[in-house]
């Protein structure tokens, strides 16, 4: 099946700081969804991306959806103390799937925020 | 927004007890609910998928005896551990999707075998 490879593994920011992750595959994905899950919990989803080239933010978030359909970067203005947590991206894992179908995630970035 | 629910948030229990985790759409019916399991600062490793009415589909190297799925109606699926041991023991979560929206989680249930 398709992988997703997301990168940083972890990151350790002053609070404040802008941060940025990116995730990238070898296959093209039709959607890119952005997770985020605070320890102990379920993922919650953030932001989902559908069309090439597509920017949408939330907040202080702002994610894209590559050119090329096979990466997504996320990134955080102004960092926050909530802001801590693991943040995964995912897609669907085979041509023509859908969110709402089977999904690939990435590894997952950790996140350490200090105030 | 969608809210799925998942309970119990936390098991402990003795090896060779039977686990039963329910997973229940709240505000929407879920056509699919998936299962996955997760270990410490690791990314989710999905073990199946159940549409509801119909057999789980379960991922390769996951026992569907030792994980036995139902998903009776459009809003619940349960996911019991059979005879759970030890290396049972990890962070299970459940997600839910239907009406064409991204897969919404539950809180997760952290199984603990003694």
């Known amino acids: 099946g398709q992988q997703l490879n997301q990168s940083p593994q972890s990151m350790f920011i002053q609070e404040g700081e802008d941060v940025s992750m990116n995730c990238t595959s070898s296959s093209i994905f039709n959607t890119w969804l952005w997770y985020k899950q605070d320890p102990g919990e379920g993922p919650v989803l953030l932001i989902a991306?559908?069309?090439?080239?597509e920017l949408t933010s939330n907040g202080r978030l702002t994610a894209q959806f590559g050119i090329t359909r096979k990466d997504s970067f996320l990134n955080i203005s102004a960092s926050i103390p909530s802001d801590v947590g693991i943040y995964f991206c995912?897609?669907?894992?085979?041509?023509?799937?859908?969110?709402?179908?089977?999904?690939?995630f990435g590894q997952g970035t950790i996140l350490t925020v200090h105030p | 927004g969608a809210v799925v629910s998942q309970h119990p948030s936390r098991v402990i229990c003795k090896s060779g007890t039977s686990v039963k985790i329910e997973c229940r759409s709240l505000d929407f019916q879920a056509t699919t609910m998936f299962w996955y399991r997760q270990f410490p600062k690791q990314s989710l490793m999905l073990m199946a998928t159940s549409n509801e009415g119909s057999k789980a589909t379960y991922e390769q190297g996951v026992e569907k005896d030792k994980f036995l799925i139902n998903h009776a109606s459009l809003t619940l699926s349960t996911l019991t551990v059979t005879s759970a041991h030890p290396e049972d023991s990890s962070f299970y979560i459940c997600s839910a999707s239907g009406g064409g929206s991204p897969q919404h989680f539950g809180d997760g249930t952290r199984l603990s075998i003694l």
């Open positions: 995912a897609g669907p894992p085979r041509a023509g799937g859908t969110s709402y179908g089977k999904l690939t």
């Open positions: 991306l559908y069309k090439a080239g």
